[in-house]
């Protein structure tokens, strides 16, 4: 399955966070989601063969990387208060097959 | 642009009752496809069920079963003798294939199941 790492973190507004995600073996897209408490995931932006493929509607102080070992890392920098959310990772071999999803990383910002 | 609506927002239904989750799309293009996601207080997003726009035959699963209707622009699913294990919110979502790298969810419908 996807594992994703922490699973709990708080970070003070202004400082910067990484977030990891191992995809299913085998599967070469992986996407990035927020969910704010009460609401449907976000679609952040999604990386295919290491390259960023698709992007939702995020300040570029959100960023990612993807690693040829199925893993991948999201990036946020000067967090601010609003970004306390659950972030989801999810991958795919095939996009409208679906995607599995990990369990997330709960951030909170104070 | 695209976009999924659950106008429910919580449900609540005594064990064995069966219960229907609705859910409405909006989307110009003709190629889409249409999830169901169950997500339990453990956070992650499972899995159920991905219709493609040119297959509009219902399907059944076991006590789940989901009705597509194009001309309503709706994807409704019906949980039959409900169990309390299927308490979580459920999300339907939508993909089309012209941007097939973005899933579009709706807002979720929390289900409460009660013994």
């Known amino acids: 399955g996807v594992t994703q790492s922490p699973t709990h973190l708080i970070k003070t507004r202004g400082q910067q966070v990484t977030l990891r995600c191992s995809s299913q073996s085998g599967h070469n897209t992986v996407s990035w989601y927020q969910q704010a408490l009460g609401q449907g995931p976000q679609f952040i932006f999604q990386y295919y063969r290491e390259e960023e493929n698709g992007r939702g509607n995020f300040p570029p102080r959100f960023s990612g990387l993807q690693f040829p070992n199925d893993s991948s890392e999201l990036n946020v920098n000067a967090l601010e208060l609003d970004d306390s959310a659950l972030y989801l990772c999810a991958s795919s071999m095939i996009a409208e097959d679906g995607y599995t999803f990990g369990s997330g990383t709960r951030l909170t910002v104070v | 642009a695209q976009k999924v609506t659950q106008a429910q927002t919580e449900i609540s239904v005594v064990e064995k009752e069966d219960v229907t989750l609705d859910c409405v799309y909006e989307t110009r293009d003709t190629t889409y496809y249409l999830f169901w996601y169950k997500q339990p207080p453990s956070g992650e997003l499972v899995f159920l069920i991905r219709?493609?726009?040119?297959?509009?035959q219902n399907e059944i699963s076991g006590r789940y079963s989901w009705n597509f209707q194009k001309s309503t622009s709706s994807f409704n699913f019906t949980i039959t003798a409900s169990q309390v294990v299927d308490s979580a919110v459920y999300f339907c979502?939508?993909?089309?294939?012209?941007?097939?790298?973005?899933?579009?969810f709706g807002s979720g419908t929390r289900l409460s199941i009660r013994p």
């Open positions: 219709r493609n726009s040119f297959d509009e």
């Open positions: 979502a939508l993909t089309v294939y012209s941007s097939a790298s973005k899933i579009i």
